[in-house]
T-cell receptor, first 115, second 109 residues
Framework: GAGVSQSPSNKVTEKGKDVELRCDPISGHTALYWYRQRLGQGLEFLIY????????KSGLPSDRFSAERTGESVSTLTIQRTQQEDSAVYLCASSLEAGGPSEQYFGPGTRLTVT | GQNIDQPTEMTATEGAIVQINCTYQTSGFNGLFWYQQHAGEAPTFLSY??LDGLEEKGRFSSFLSRSKGYSYLLLKELQMKDSASYLC??????????WGAGTKLIIKP
């Protein structure tokens, strides 16, 4: 079946504007993760969803960041009042379940540039 | 705090062998993953270790020593396509994946 998809692939926005990033996980995967990766750096965990449980928001860097997920399907990551420091690639991953040896399957990412 | 250490960059020759090390200090341990990430692409899964020892998978092998908080990824018969970043990640006691910054591997002909 199809892998994890993300849209848009690239987004250029002006400082102060809001952006919404979308992730479609692999069908049947109950766990969904959002990461941020700045140029040349490792993955920074943002948030994860597991089924209908309350999401783990411990990685969100500020209250400008929020995410939602409808059931076990699409998720959206919203960044309000974007800042230049938000420029990065935002990666979404899904796995059969959170924790355990379930590998994470990553989408191609959304490259966000805040001017 | 939780910490994953990997070398920033390594260089190796096509056809040779390279070992990429990873040391970790985490709150608990429920397994260690290695992922490969080509420039501009998403990470892809390579291996998972939860018990001590060596796991071999084709040209790639991954080793774990839980008592030493240490793992390595061994790549044999290097090919140019192996040029990529290799990410070490540890599943902590809360089953949260803690990621290292990655090791950029450069393969020279």
């Amino acid at each position: 079946g199809a892998g994890v998809s993300q849209s848009p692939s690239n987004k250029v926005t002006e400082k102060g504007k809001d952006v919404e990033l979308r992730c479609d996980p692999i069908s049947g995967h109950t766990a969904l993760y959002w990461y941020r990766q700045r140029l040349g750096q490792g993955l920074e965990f943002l948030i994860y969803f597991q089924g209908n449980s309350a999401p783990d928001k411990s990685g969100l860097p500020s209250d400008r960041f929020s995410a939602e997920r409808t059931g076990e399907s699409v998720s959206t990551l919203t960044i309000q009042r974007t800042q230049q420091e938000d420029s990065a690639v935002y990666l979404c991953a899904s796995s059969l379940e959170a924790g355990g040896p379930s590998e994470q399957y990553f989408g191609p990412g959304t490259r966000l540039t805040v001017t | 705090g939780q910490n994953i250490d990997q070398p920033t960059e390594m260089t190796a020759t096509e056809g040779a062998i390279v070992q990429i090390n990873c040391t970790y200090q985490t709150s608990g341990f429920n397994g260690l993953f290695w992922y490969q990430q080509h420039a501009g692409e998403a990470p892809t899964f390579l291996s998972y270790n939860v018990l001590d020892g060596l796991e071999e998978k084709g040209r790639f092998s991954s080793f774990l020593s839980r008592s030493k908080g240490y793992s390595y990824l061994l790549l044999k018969e290097l090919q140019m396509k192996d040029s990529a970043s290799y990410l070490c990640a540890v599943l902590d006691s809360n089953y949260q994946l803690i990621w290292g910054a990655g090791t950029k591997l450069i393969i020279k002909p």
